[in-house]
């Protein structure tokens, strides 16, 4: 069954540093978003992505934050510079395409735990 | 008032229990309902999605909206242990320019065997 996948699994950076998570969505997906889920926290909404270009942001995704899609199969989360409070698992997910019985439902990936020391 | 409202639990049931988890919400514009479970550091795992009010039922699991009073359940029949996990409700507005979920922040659920 296809999947969303994300490296690394555990990332460790000092606080100032920048990082990039990657994310492969499920093939022929052409939705894709970023959540974040700080420690005993509810799951949040960074952003939204589609057709090349931000469709929809929160609050929290400030100027810091990035997201991109290089090639064909990656999306990435760029934190420029990263903060302790930008301490959280970071979750990937993609949508299906319209038609399909799935559309409507977004699929998650296993996520990235950033530790930000 | 928050936007989605769910008991964090922990709820501990005996193996073989019905198990009623629920979540109300204040925004009418959510239109779509949906059930995640989440194991312990792993992403969310979707369980069932809804759209009307009404009921769906798939295997052991019973997804329940009423838009009216603006509430969702997820009934699980003959609970396993392998059901221990936190259960999150999430909801989202149409599909046209607003895609996000808004989560609730999980009910953590227990069977004992």
């Known amino acids: 069954e296809p999947e969303v996948t994300q490296t690394p699994s555990h990332q460790v950076t000092q606080m100032g540093q920048e990082v990039i998570l990657r994310c492969v969505p499920i093939?022929?997906?052409?939705?894709f978003y970023w959540y974040r889920q700080i420690l005993g926290q509810k799951v949040e909404f960074l952003v939204s992505?589609?057709?090349?270009?931000?469709?929809?942001k929160s609050e929290i995704f400030d100027d810091q934050f990035s997201v991109e899609r290089p090639d064909g199969s990656n999306f990435t989360l760029k934190i420029r510079s990263t903060k302790l409070e930008d301490s959280a698992m970071y979750f990937c997910a993609s949508r299906g395409i319209p038609g399909t019985s799935n559309y409507n439902e977004q699929f998650f990936g296993p996520g990235t735990r950033l530790t930000v020391l | 008032q928050k936007e989605v409202e769910q008991d964090p639990g922990p709820l501990s049931v005996p193996e073989g229990a019905i198990v009623s988890l629920n979540c109300t919400y204040s925004?009418?514009?959510?239109?779509?309902f949906m059930w995640y479970r989440q194991y312990s550091r792993k992403g969310p795992e979707l369980l069932m999605y809804?759209?009307?009010?009404g009921n769906k039922e798939d295997g052991r699991f019973t997804a329940q909206v009423d838009k009216s009073s603006k509430y969702i359940s997820l009934f699980i029949r003959d609970s396993q242990p392998s059901d221990s996990a936190t259960y999150l409700c999430a909801m989202k507005g149409s599909n046209f320019g607003n895609e996000k979920l808004t989560f609730g922040t999980g009910t953590r659920l227990t069977i004992i065997p």
């Open positions: 093939s022929n997906h052409l939705y």
């Open positions: 809804t759209y009307s009010s």
């Open positions: 992505f589609y057709n090349n270009e931000i469709s929809e």
């Open positions: 925004n009418s514009a959510f239109q779509y």
